[in-house]
């Protein structure tokens, strides 16, 4: 079966039940997407289906099927000639020094630019809403919160 990951195809075993976070991380080394619970709970495996999140140790490939994928791999925008311009929700990411040992940094990015996508300008509550959804075991919501507004008002969306 073939999977339409970062705007390139790849071609996978046939096997529509497992999860996609498995295909990326271990069979097309996506390595950039992370393992945390694998129940759907913590947000550290959330990907872009077709623009909008979900959470890939749940996601089975016959979900993604057919759909554009997109990982943290995918985030930045990669020009003709090679050169790479962050989303502007890593620059502020990277702006507000919001990490501390990373491990759910991609998921919370993909959490952010897919609402900033929808929602390009979210009120402060709309943004601690959707990004507490997503576990940081060190405890940044904070510096999150504050950098997914910087993204906002530098046109994230
Ligand atoms: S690893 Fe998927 S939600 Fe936690
Ligand atoms: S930065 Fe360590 S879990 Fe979020």
Redesign the pocket.
């Known amino acids: 079966m073939q999977l339409i990951i970062n705007d390139q195809i790849y071609e996978v075993a046939d096997t529509p039940d497992r999860p996609l ?1 498995w295909i990326l991380r271990d069979e097309l080394g996506l390595t950039g997407t ?13 990907v872009h289906l077709d623009g909008a999140t979900t ?4 996601t089975m490939l016959s979900a993604a099927q057919g759909k554009a994928v997109r990982t943290i791999e995918g985030l930045a925008e990669i020009s003709a000639d090679g050169g790479q311009a962050l989303h502007p929700v890593q620059q502020a990411f990277l702006d507000e020094q919001v990490p501390q040992c990373g491990w759910c940094m991609p ?1 919370q990015m993909m959490t952010a630019a897919a609402l900033l996508e929808q929602k390009p300008d979210p009120s402060p509550e709309e943004i601690r809403q959707v990004m507490d959804a997503v ?1 940081c075991r060190c405890g940044a919501y904070h510096r999150i919160r504050k950098a997914v507004g910087r993204a906002a008002r530098q046109g994230g969306g």
Not at 34 to 46: A, L, M, P, R
Not at 55 to 58: K, L, M, Q
């Open positions: 976070l992370k393992f945390g619970c694998g129940i759907g709970i913590c947000g550290s495996c959330t959470r890939a140790c749940i998921g576990y």
